[in-house]
């Protein structure tokens, strides 16, 4: 089994920057890709970024590009999300992925995933 847990999110103003974290715990050697999904309120969950299990290939939205970036560091069983010039849009709960395997695709379909974390509030005042 393998367990997520986000940290990182808070409340920030608009232009401003937040890093969160996702560590991973237990079988994390059966991890592969690792992504980032998030939700506000009354929309639906959407794709943010997705990082291959070398951390070298990396997969992102439209909407985020340029402005956030993904890494991970596998000896800390770790990814993190760097989100830069923030905008309210931004606002959601942001909620970490983890792809059991084989493939390291780093698929932006939530069905790719296998295991969730509960999500941090990241929250961009105007």
């Known amino acids: 089994q393998v367990q997520l847990g986000e940290s990182g999110g808070g409340l920030v103003q608009a232009g401003g920057s937040l890093r969160l974290s996702c560590a991973a715990s237990g079988r994390t050697n059966s991890i592969y890709a690792m992504a980032w999904f998030r939700q506000a309120p009354g929309k639906e969950r959407e794709f943010v970024a997705a990082?291959?299990?070398?951390?070298?290939?990396?997969n992102y939205a439209d909407s985020v590009k340029g402005r956030f970036t993904i890494s991970r560091d596998n000896a800390k069983n770790t990814v993190y999300l760097q989100m830069n010039t923030l905008k309210p849009e931004d606002t959601a709960v942001y909620l970490c992925?983890?792809?059991?395997?084989?493939?390291?695709?780093?698929?932006?379909?939530?069905?790719?995933?296998?295991?969730w974390g509960q999500g941090t509030q990241v929250t961009v005042s105007s």
């Open positions: 992925a983890a792809d059991g395997g084989p493939y390291s695709h780093t698929s932006s379909r939530s069905q790719h995933y296998d295991y």
């Open positions: 990082i291959s299990r070398n951390g070298i290939i990396t």
